[in-house]
């Protein structure tokens, strides 16, 4: 055998290799460039790519990656505590790392994506919504407590508390329903409650820009943990 041949094959091969560790790391930052153009909130954010080849690049295809941040907050959503994403792959448009501005996702495979919302984050979002009722909320184990004030009968702002119930309301939101209602330490009646428990209802979007689904959440001291995988038609 041509011991040329096979020092070229060995220079190709060793040019390939290097250069799709090149490219993994390129397209790393340009991830991670993406994120922090469309996330007005980031801190401490990592974005780790398993090694791409060359193959790999031309055809579009980004193996296992995971995407971390202490805080990371989008365009009309709250901002998101100890974001934690882990995905087996997932597909872009070939050659967006060079012909692209964006990367955008045409496919996730098997991911798993959580995060924590706080008490403040969604005192601070309430409020933006509901702002007649200058309302606080308060996540205990199990449970979710909102206090603020409100007109009743025109005799001026009274302070209430409300006991609610968390509930999905959609592959992409929350809905906090009060179920237990006081106003100035009195129990309202069940026609009264009915009213202030209809406009204090407040239903939330959690905003991410991949395609990925909410399929669990847990009321914990302090925060809310949420859950989300793959959108269903990524799984086909």
């Known amino acids: ?55 790999d690049f031309l055809k579009g295809r980004i193996n296992e990656f995971s995407v971390s941040a202490k805080r990371l907050g989008f365009d009309e959503g709250p901002v998101f505590e100890a974001f ?31 995060f924590n919302l706080s008490e403040s984050e969604l005192t601070a979002r309430i409020r933006r919504d509901l702002p007649a009722f200058e309302p606080v909320v308060f996540i205990k184990e199990g449970t979710v ?43 309202l009646w069940p026609e009264l409650f009915s009213k202030y428990a209809q406009q204090l209802t407040w239903e939330f979007p959690l905003t991410v820009p991949w395609p990925l689904r909410l399929v669990n959440f847990e009321v914990k001291p302090g925060v809310i943990k949420v859950e989300w995988r793959e959108e269903k038609g990524d799984q086909e």
């Open 1 to 55: 055998m041509d011991k040329r041949l096979i020092g070229i094959g060995f220079l190709l091969l060793l040019t390939g290799l290097t250069s799709g560790a090149l490219l993994t790391r390129a397209l790393e930052q340009k991830i991670k460039g993406a994120i922090e153009q469309q996330a007005p909130v980031v801190e401490d954010l990592a974005v780790e790519l398993a090694p791409l080849t060359v193959g």
């Open 84 to 114: 934690s994403l882990r995905s087996k792959g997932m597909q872009i448009e070939p050659g967006a790392l060079i012909f692209q501005q964006r990367v955008e996702i045409k496919k996730l495979e098997e991911t798993y994506l959580a």
């Open 145 to 187: 407590e909102l206090e603020g004030a409100l007109d009743l009968f025109g005799q001026g702002r009274l302070p209430f508390r409300a006991t609610a119930a968390l509930e999905k309301a959609s592959d992409y939101s929350l809905r906090l329903t009060p179920h237990g209602l006081k106003v100035g330490g009195i129990t």
